[in-house]
């Protein structure tokens, strides 16, 4: 059984259009699982049908057609999906294709597009860009709920600065979201912690990295690495600096760096 997406754009808006079109997909035998209106006002249906040659006769009579336009009838990819439930596409750099932009107002479709990710089997490394008190640890935990995956912290400032050096039980699984900071990480002078991320990253899993670039210095690993970049503002002109975060990050726990009161080292 096929999945495909079907973007059309509407010509001559006329009562019972959409009608019409169900009834020709129906009589083609394919089902119509979702519909909703995406971006410029256009319509956007995830369908499913036994026989992916019904989808290539539909094409072909709706190319007949004065009051469509079809603009897209392609197997579904995720920013697909998701612009069926929530009415648009999610914003991707025009340069570089795997960077994603989110709105703190957009957390909902940010969520949803983490879950969908972490549902995935094997390897993924994820970034996630961000000023602080923007959303960035929230969106991923609750990713992780909607995906039904422990979540598991290597380093963070969630609630004070944490930096593991070991894990334990079934906390080495490959069915759980490995969540790092990489301002910690970069900064951390356990030798252990810098071999447990090391681990880690070998694991078929989901890692996620906050402040992706600051990980990168003075590693081994590089920013292509990522199969995703996220970035998360408040507003469209917010600039990302880690200027300041890093100095957050040496004021909130002075002397932990070192292993000293208010470091989770474990």
Not at 127 to 145: D, F, L, N, Q, Y
Not at 159 to 184: A, P
């Amino acid at each position: 059984m096929g999945e495909w997406y079907l973007e059309y754009e509407i010509q001559v808006n006329r009562p019972g259009l959409l009608g019409d079109i169900a009834s020709l997909l129906g009589m083609l035998r394919v089902n119509i699982m979702t519909i909703n209106g995406v971006d410029g006002g256009h319509r956007g249906m995830l369908l499913r049908t036994e026989d992916d040659d019904q989808i290539k006769r539909f094409e072909l009579i709706a190319s007949t057609m004065e009051t469509i336009k079809v603009l897209k009838i392609r197997e579904p990819k995720l920013r697909d999906i998701l612009a069926v439930r929530h009415g648009r596409y999610i914003q991707r750099d025009a340069d570089e294709k795997k960077t994603f932009r989110f709105l703190r107002r957009d957390l909902g479709i940010l969520v949803d597009f983490m879950a969908e990710i972490f549902k995935q089997e094997g390897h993924k490394l994820i970034g996630i860009r961000g000023m602080p008190r923007v959303g960035k640890t929230e969106s991923v935990v609750a990713a992780s709920v909607c995906a039904n995956k422990k979540w598991i912290f290597l380093s963070s400032t969630m609630i004070k600065q944490t930096v593991r050096s070991k894990l334990m039980g079934d906390e080495f699984s490959d069915d759980n979201i490995f969540i790092l900071d990489g301002i910690v990480t970069r900064r951390a002078e356990d030798e252990r912690h810098m071999q447990l991320v090391r681990e880690i990253m070998r694991v078929p899993s989901i890692k996620v990295v906050e402040h992706p670039d600051m990980f990168v210095q003075h590693s081994e690993y590089d920013i292509e690495d990522f199969d995703y970049i996220i970035e998360l503002r408040t507003d469209p002109e917010q600039e990302i600096t880690y200027e300041m975060m890093e100095k957050n990050h040496m004021m909130s726990d002075p002397g932990t760096m070192g292993g000293g009161p208010g470091l989770f080292n474990f």
